[in-house]
């Protein structure tokens, strides 16, 4: 979503006359696109700041503009906060990107040295922005990130983001439609739809499933992806979308965060361990060959080893291909911030993520041996770390292969054989 934002970002400086550059040394604006999600995303903001310090006293110095701002979700989470860093002098929350250069532009004309470093702050959210006339400046890639709805409405107690996004609100699928079309003719084969909890897509009548049917049938349009559904309301008219249509990729990412019921319900997640198991049983009904991954928080407050044990049952049973797991981290401004006290230590959190991520290593492992002596479709994203003679991409059910280099180019697809794998990677050749 960051990224989809900073293209929105790049689009509207770019329409008001500003110019992307790579060097920050020759910049007069550095903007810093941000997440309030987990404790580390902070830490590197601050780190960053710091880092820009030394040359912003050499702006100072020579008279010279320089403009450091703090975007996003941390941007309002923790607005005047930011501006007591000494570098920071413009923080702007995610609803008002359209103020960007008129912001900008304050700051720059009243940036005298012997005077101080001006500075502006724009963080309040709106129940209608969707910034759906504005065509993203999208970098180059393999993979177009296309927000339909922004905000959520599902008030977890551990997540920030309805008070760093605000309410859902969806956009237009007339407008959704057209960006993807606009994609195809851009030479893209694959574009991902972005939403919070993409299923509670609406508008005027029309849901998620109904957009990803139109999305399909757009010419061209190769590859489409979609992130993050929620277990809560997950409709099984999607999954027959899934199942008919080819070019709907047979990935689901599904976060459970946790197995335990009473850890559950504190984390207002509004479904049971029993629920999910049920929709995972519907998945593999209609699409027994889809991709399932998923989100896990451990040490989640007053989470006992009994409760994490749940969650490790649930692993076991799902049979995940892939997880995100993550030490629980207290966020300000949140249910579980305000009312949970973080009594789980360090330790234990460690502990719980260190053998969880042991036994989805086995897991994946065992499943992505069944790939050895297939041959499946890869869409090429670039050169693979490996070296300069291998290539990289990935298959429908977003599984990264690593294969001898072709003829082919990122944006192209080529088919392999799996000869090897491991818990993350196939192999070919």
């Not at 059910?397 to 944006?411: A, D, E, I, Q, S």
């Amino acid at each position: 979503m960051n990224i989809s934002d900073s293209e929105l970002i790049r689009a509207i400086l770019i329409s008001n006359g500003h110019q992307i550059i790579s060097s920050e040394a020759d910049a007069e604006v550095v903007l810093m696109n941000t997440c309030a999600i987990r404790e580390n995303a902070h830490r590197k903001i601050y780190g960053r700041l710091d880092t820009l310090r030394p040359l912003k006293k050499q702006r100072q110095a020579e008279g010279r503009p320089f403009v450091v701002g703090v975007l996003g979700c941390m941007a309002q989470n923790l607005k005047e906060e930011l501006l007591d860093h000494p570098v920071a002098n413009l923080v702007v929350g995610p609803d008002n990107y359209r103020s960007l250069p008129h912001l900008i532009d304050r700051i720059v004309q009243t940036n005298h040295p012997q005077e101080g470093t001006p500075s502006e702050i724009l963080a309040s959210l709106s129940e209608y922005e969707t910034y759906s006339d504005i065509a993203p400046a999208r970098i180059a890639g393999v993979n177009a990130w296309v927000t339909i709805m922004r905000g959520c409405d599902n008030f977890c107690t551990f997540c920030v983001v309805p008070y760093t996004r605000g309410r859902e609100r969806s956009l237009p699928i007339s407008s959704i439609l057209e960006q993807l079309s606009d994609l195809v003719k851009s030479g893209y084969k694959q574009a991902t739809l972005l939403g919070q909890n993409v299923n509670s897509y609406c508008y005027e009548g029309a849901h998620f499933a109904d957009l990803m049917i139109q999305s399909a049938q757009i010419p061209g349009l190769k590859r489409i992806r979609f992130t993050s559904p929620h277990p809560k309301d997950f409709p099984e008219k999607l999954l027959y979308a899934i199942a008919e249509y080819p070019n709907i990729c047979k990935h689901i990412h599904l976060p459970l965060q946790s197995g335990s019921n009473r850890i559950l319900n504190r984390m207002n997640r509004t479904y049971t361990s029993q629920e999910f198991f049920d929709l995972v049983k519907t998945i593999r009904r209609i699409l027994p060959t889809a991709t399932l991954t998923t989100d896990i928080i451990v040490g989640f407050p007053t989470e006992t080893e009994a409760e994490f044990q749940e969650t490790v049952q649930v692993m076991k049973t799902v049979q995940f291909n892939n997880a995100f797991i993550f030490k629980y981290s207290e966020r300000k401004g949140t249910i579980a911030g305000r009312d949970y006290p973080d009594d789980v230590s360090e330790a234990d959190k460690t502990d719980r993520i260190v053998r969880l991520n042991a036994i989805q290593h086995e897991i994946a492992f065992a499943k992505h041996r069944h790939y050895i002596g297939q041959t499946v479709q890869v869409l090429i994203e670039g050169m693979a770390d490996k070296g300069v003679d291998w290539q990289m991409g990935k298959t429908e059910g977003n599984l990264t292969v690593v294969f001898p280099k072709t003829v082919f180019h990122p944006g192209e697809f080529v088919e392999v054989e799996i000869s090897e794998t491991t818990a993350g990677t196939l192999y070919a050749g």
